[in-house]
């Protein structure tokens, strides 16, 4: 390509181009007589030409060398990796394997989101194989990523405010690059955190005994 590129503008495509020699003006030679006067015969010497000007030379591969550097992208800086996305970390197959299905408590809030024609465990394990969930997962995770044009983690802090979360919690995972996993650092300490504290019906049940 470069080869092309150089016979276009009408420069040679050998291998090695050398610097041309630099010619001398022809000179005339005489020839004397026996009387010493100069012959009739003199004639210039054709073609003389100097020794060439000692030099370099500059060869094709120089000239390729230096246009692939001038034309070779600067350096990328490399992205922190955002770890996997939600849909998957998430999936049905991982849940299950969880062992949190088996948990009567959480079964029960989940049947409670489910229509009333649907709420029981079979058609529970069928709404979490469905396409929706998958894309509502892939929503969320879009929503944690920084904003293609400026950068911007609003959509970030906006899921932590809206799911009423302490982001402190995920700023180890932040610092890191990855939103992802912040925002799962920042549900676990929340789920930890209800799971310390008493709740109002504890409370209550513990002031009857008394």
């Known amino acids: 390509v470069l080869s092309n590129i150089l016979g276009n503008m009408g420069m040679p495509q050998q291998s090695t ?13 005489t020839t004397t007589g026996g009387d010493g006067s100069a012959g009739d015969d003199a004639a210039p010497a054709e073609g003389a030409t100097a020794p060439a000007v000692a030099g370099g030379t500059l060869t094709l591969a120089d000239l390729q060398g230096a246009m692939a550097g001038l034309g070779a992208p600067a350096p990328v800086a490399q992205m ?6 939600l849909h998957e970390l998430a999936t049905p197959d991982a849940v299950m394997e969880s062992g949190l299905l088996d948990r009567p408590d959480v079964v029960e809030r989940l049947l409670e989101l489910l ?13 979490m194989r469905s396409p929706q969930v998958s894309q509502a997962l892939r929503s969320l995770t879009s929503c944690l990523m920084p904003d293609s044009d400026d950068g911007s983690l609003e959509g970030y802090h906006s899921l932590i405010a809206n799911f009423q979360l302490d982001a402190r919690d995920g700023e180890a995972s932040m610092n890191a690059g990855n939103p992802v996993q912040a925002f799962l650092d920042c549900l676990l300490a929340d789920v930890q955190r209800k799971q310390q504290t008493p709740t109002n019906n504890d409370n209550a049940t513990n002031s009857d005994a008394d």
Not at 17 to 29: G, H, I
Not at 80 to 85: A, D, L, R, V, Y
Not at 115 to 127: I, K, M, T
Request: glycine content about 6%; aromatic content about 0%.
């Open 80 to 85: 922190p990796s955002m770890g996997p996305p």
């Open 17 to 29: 181009m050398t610097t041309p020699a630099a010619t001398t003006p022809a000179l005339p030679t």
């Open 115 to 127: 229509p009333e024609g649907q709420r029981n465990l079979h058609d529970l394990h069928d709404n």
